[in-house]
């Protein structure tokens, strides 16, 4: 009888992740979020009387089907009959559930945009539910809850998206508007004069938003007040808000492109020009700044940038002279042909002789074949790693002695 040991079974159960590692944790918060819009915007529809589909898929009361005559189906079906007598002062309640579940499909994919949002509606939330004298139910709690989870695990959500940020912030200023109209419309006889329509509750829910405050419209209640201060607040937090996740980055990357491409060449002087976008190339810009030196680097039109976002990066050819002169290369200290093509090196070169014959040119070798090509081209100095790594080894592996001097004559062949 052949025994089996529990060794592998205990190291595969110790191994395997708990229940909790499963689903991540942006991806509960988000669920948490999307639950909590949905039950907010329940909450709100079993309130709405007469309409058909609510009896049906919400109350699921099946008698609302006897008698039905079939011209009056679509407005049965939509509760027209009844929209006289819809409570709005709950509707500001289900637009920012169904904005919490829109959020909730951002916070999914961990946008940061979502993130400020959904702290925003939340705290509407409970604000209205305040307002109503809906506390400490259900979807307060959880709205509570989800607010602090959100604020704990900030770090998970930390992706930046245009597209996100500018629908999401269509999303928290359409919620806003509609919350801002209807509670002035619901707390009408509550301010001088009183608000009776809705264009003026709009223009009165705009000017509070946008703080102007005219003053042809003032809130005489202590609840008015407070419905007015939480729109001011409100308000301030959402133009912040959409400023710097969707304004700034559009401010911010036009204004260093215009320092970038029209003032950032006359400030170039005394600098390296290093072209192209090798490892070496990486590598030589990292260590060169890390010595305090500035450099200039020049890789292809459409190429990917590996450099750090801080670098002074330019795209186009290095061989154009447009490009050379506009990169400063008359005031550099020296022109670093670091690309993976040798004859791209070469012409770098010479491009770089004809525009400033004083400026020192150096040339990397890919190919040690090419070795001999590229010293026809004059550069003052050649490096070429391929022939410096085979005879060093060779040296070591034989036990010559390897001095300061041979490295430096290995390294920079053509060094005048």
């Not at 959409?242 to 006359?266: C, D």
Request: charged share 15%; with cysteine.
């Amino acid at each position: 009888m052949k025994l089996h040991s529990p060794l592998p079974a205990l190291r595969s159960a110790l191994h395997r992740p708990p229940l909790g590692s499963l689903i991540p944790r942006h991806v509960l918060i988000a669920g948490l979020v999307g639950i909590d819009g949905l039950l907010l915007v329940a909450s709100v529809l079993l309130r709405v009387p007469g309409s058909l589909l609510i009896d049906l898929f919400v109350r699921g009361d099946l008698s609302a089907l006897e008698h039905i005559e079939a011209t009056h189906l679509p407005r049965l079906l939509f509760g027209l009959n009844a929209i006289e007598r819809i409570d709005f002062s709950h509707l500001p309640r289900a637009l920012v559930g169904t904005a919490l579940v829109a959020l909730s499909c951002g916070l999914v994919i961990r946008a940061r945009t979502a993130w400020a949002f959904t702290l925003v509606m939340l705290a509407l939330a409970a604000a209205i539910n305040f307002h109503l004298n809906i506390r400490f139910d259900l979807t307060f709690v959880l709205s509570l809850v989800c607010f602090g989870l959100l604020l704990w695990y900030w770090r998970e959500f930390d992706r930046a998206s245009f597209a996100a940020a500018t629908l999401y912030t269509l999303v928290a200023v359409f919620a806003l508007v509609i919350y801002a109209t209807f509670g002035t419309m619901y707390l009408g006889r509550e301010f001088k004069p009183n608000v009776s329509d809705l264009a003026t509750a709009f223009y009165f829910a705009i000017v509070t938003m946008t703080t102007v405050g005219y003053g042809d419209i003032v809130p005489v209640s202590t609840d008015a007040r407070l419905f007015t201060a939480s729109v001011i607040i409100f308000g301030i937090s959402v133009f912040a808000t959409s400023l710097s996740v969707v304004i700034g980055p559009l401010v911010g990357g036009n204004l260093k492109k215009i320092l970038a491409g029209r003032f950032t060449h006359v400030i170039r002087k005394n600098h390296f020009i290093v072209a192209g976008a090798s490892p070496l190339a990486v590598n030589v810009h990292h260590e060169l700044t890390k010595r305090g030196w500035p450099v200039t680097v020049i890789i292809a039109s459409g190429a990917d940038n590996p450099y750090p976002e801080e670098a002074d990066v330019m795209h186009g050819d290095a061989s154009d002279n447009t490009v050379l002169t506009h990169a400063g290369i008359e005031h550099a200290k020296a022109v670093l042909a670091l690309r993976a093509d040798d004859s791209e090196n070469a012409f770098i070169v010479l491009a770089s002789k004809e525009i400033a014959p004083t400026v020192r040119t150096i040339a990397s070798v890919n190919d040690s074949k090419h070795l001999s090509k590229l010293k026809r081209v004059q550069p003052d100095m050649i490096f070429a790693p391929p022939v410096v790594g085979g005879e060093l080894l060779a040296r070591t592996l034989s036990g010559e002695t390897v001095d300061n001097d041979t490295v430096m004559r290995l390294l920079f062949h053509g060094d005048t």
